[in-house]
């Protein structure tokens, strides 16, 4: 169990470090943090008397000395205070980011599972067909689609399939004349303004699992117990995913949680192109209105979010490989 | 972003950085390069990826004084199809996509080879030290290196970006402070193995300075690493460029792949059904991406035997009069030279 201590004594330094980057970066900015920052909400035009009050309080205009500063915005973020958002005034910060993570979740999840199982089983595919047509032809394939910009092939499939075709919807994550409840009217409508924003980021991320996996169970393949399998007699659909797939698939789970942060920076481009409302449509509209406390509230979440999710994996690993618990 | 790109590269490479077979003896320098640089050659993987790049480098330095209008000018009327004129049409605002791609290359690529050199010199210094050093120092740079690389890089880059004033520097800056992590973790690792390597334990014992060994001895056994990091390096800059001016966080009026495409989203192009505006600069840093991600999975392929496709393995063959147990298992040759 040391380990699960050591990840998470690693986790509690990587949150620490990311409060303290939020809380340095605004006042390392050249010049004088809060007036720039006025200086640039004044030029949008109106500003309210609570957005000046707000701003002063985020950004330690007190005179106070800043290590007293510092201690309050700690104590701040971790009861959940992120201050008051200055777009969507008076709502409080972390109203405002609930409502964006549920769709996010619901967004990525789905991508990430899709993309996952797809890329896999074909990378297992490519490694066990070595050589053959197939698996000369698809990490090219595979590479050039993971080289397309999120940002380039999402704007493509909205045009192609919402504006040419029609077939989906264009924007939003549900039909806006219905309320969020549990009928079924609703869940599809869920589903289908659903499946573009998933299938840009499936086509651009299948790749890297395909690949990983591909790589990992090449190097497995050529394991003894492979050969001895073989020898043995098994039929080669139970050696390949028995024995090949079942031991490829634990090293791919650890680039499974490293690579969250990037199936992550897709998804809030997508999300910002579908006008899809989850954390990533937050964050580009809080940089628009220069919302600062919105976008550092945003940052802190995902950023809680990823360091959770991946201590969520490292558990999850020590249960699925027993030598991790000797250490 | 070519992010999955670069998670199929860390795969990779932590497959390289591992099990690579013992090099008992320090091959020759010279001797090694050309050797890996002809089994490039020979790839036709890297032979595409090659072409590509190069071809947009020349695009980049030479096309500025090739292209017909100038980009930032208003040369015709708004959204107008591809036509003899203007070959790539105009955009919202009537200015020359052919030109504004052709420009645009030269801001996108050299902030990509710029922010891939301080990235793979931040990568080597941090990463070696850490590798080598090894105790208190190794433990405080890697739980800083794999913070960087846990901190969701897209909205850090945002947040830095919001912050700073607009400009090609800034961009460069934020860049560099989130890019550097990738390499040095693979190149830590690479290290740690290499320097248990005997002729490390001889360069320490005729007297060499740390320096010394890590400079001369360790780092060209790992130069396909480093070479491969730039590569992904670049990549991931021109990617995160473009990202960050599509969402409006760069300087707007800089003629760049990223920006075009802001413009093409803001003027509604898709909306007008303008796809001309879009595809250009969108394919033209997907063939970048691609490009390199080509050469480095054919140093992949080179430089770690395991991953060498069979086609590779039975032209090595063809020269040499050899028998191959056909199996799963990684064929092994030996070539005349004894390597």
Known sequence: MSYIIRRAIFYLIAAWASITLNFFLPRMMPGDPGSVLMAKLRGQGDIRPETIEAMTKAYGLSDDPLIIQYFGYMRNILSGEFGVSTSWFPAPVIDVIRTGLIWTIILMGTALLISFGIG??????????????????????????????????????????????????????YNTDLSPNFSWSFISSVIG?????????????????????????????????????????LGSRRVMFGYGARNALLPTLTSFGMSLG?????????????????????????????????????????????????????????????????? | MSSSVNTALENAQTEVSTPEPPKNQPVRKAKRASGVVGLLLQNRKAAVGAFIVVFYVLVAVLGPYLVPYDPTQIV??????????????????????????????????????????????????????????????DDFLSTLINIVLI???????????????????????????????????????????????????????????????????????????????????????IGAQAGLEFLGLGNPSNVSWGNNLYWAQNNSAMLVGAWWTLIPSGLSIALVAFGFSMINYAIDEVTNPRLRSQRQTASILKKQPAKVRRSRATPVLMEGNGD
């Open chain 1, 262 to 327: 990037f199936i992550l920076s897709g998804s809030l481009f997508t999300e910002m192109v579908f006008a899809y409302p989850g954390l990533g449509y937050l964050l580009i509209n809080s940089v628009r209105s220069l919302d600062y406390p919105l976008m550092q509230g945003l940052f802190m979440m995902i950023t809680f979010a990823v360091l959770f999710a991946n201590f969520i994996i490292d558990i999850l690993y020590v249960r699925l490989d027993p030598r991790i618990r000797q250490h």
């Open chain 1, 193 to 233: 303004h659903m499946i573009l924003p998933v299938l840009s980021i499936v086509i651009v991320s299948i790749g890297g699992w395909l690949l990983g996996m591909r790589n990992t169970m090449i190097a497995i393949l050529s394991e003894d117990y492979v050969t001895m399998a073989e020898a043995k007699g």
């Open chain 2, 76 to 137: 015709g009327r708004r959204h107008t199809p591809p036509s003899w004129e203007h070959w790539f049409g105009t955009d919202g605002s009537g200015k020359d996509v052919l030109s504004q791609t052709v420009v645009g290359a030269r801001s996108s690529l050299a902030t990509g080879f710029i922010v891939g050199s301080i990235v793979t010199v931040v990568g080597i210094l941090i990463g070696m030290t850490a590798g080598y050093m090894r105790g208190r120092v």
């Open chain 1, 120 to 173: 896999s089983v074909l990378g297992v595919i490519g490694a066990w067909k070595r050589g053959s047509w197939m698996d000369n032809v698809t990490p090219p394939v595979f590479v050039f689609l993971g080289s397309l910009p999120y940002f380039w092939i999402a704007p493509l499939l909205l045009f192609a399939f919402a504006f040419h075709f029609n077939i989906f919807p264009a924007r939003h994550a």
């Open chain 2, 151 to 237: 901190i969701p890089g897209l909205p850090l880059l945002i947040v830095l970006a919001a912050f700073l004033p607009a400009g090609f520097w800034s961009i460069i800056f934020v860049l560099s402070v989130t890019g550097w992590a990738w390499g040095s973790r693979v190149l830590r690792s690479q290290t740690m193995s290499l320097r248990e390597k005997d002729f490390v334990a001889s360069a320490v014992t005729v007297g060499e300075g740390k320096l010394r060994i890590m400079l001369r001895e360790i780092l060209p056994n790992m130069m396909s690493i480093v070479v491969a990091g730039f590569f992904g390096a670049v990549n991931y800059a």
